[in-house]
């Protein structure tokens, strides 16, 4: 696992999947690994789990707008810190524009 102090910053990436509407796997070719991204500052409905768990209202819209905005697309990511399990929290932009902007924007968060 990479540790933080090596990753924090601006850097280039491929958005592999996305999780949710706040969370993505991003393929960083400058470090050759991929990383689990949550967007930082924003709470977005869950959708639908594999384990039967039902989804909160807006959820599946959330993560299809979410996909629609970032998915096997170049984003530039910026590294704030990271959670108790590995996964790093930070601002995504895509075609100049902040994700999580975006998505208060459209009522997703």
Known sequence: MLQIVNILGNMKGIVE???SASRFKIWLPSYNCRIT???A???TPRGPSNQGQKAEPFGPESTEFSTKKVFQREVEITVESQ???GG???TLIVNQ???GVLLLEEGFA
């Open 41 to 43: 500052g924003v709470i």
């Open 37 to 39: 991204f949550i967007l």
């Open 97 to 99: 524009q902040n994700l």
């Open 88 to 90: 790093f929290i930070g």
């Open 83 to 85: 959670d108790k399990v």
């Open 17 to 19: 999947y996305v999780w």
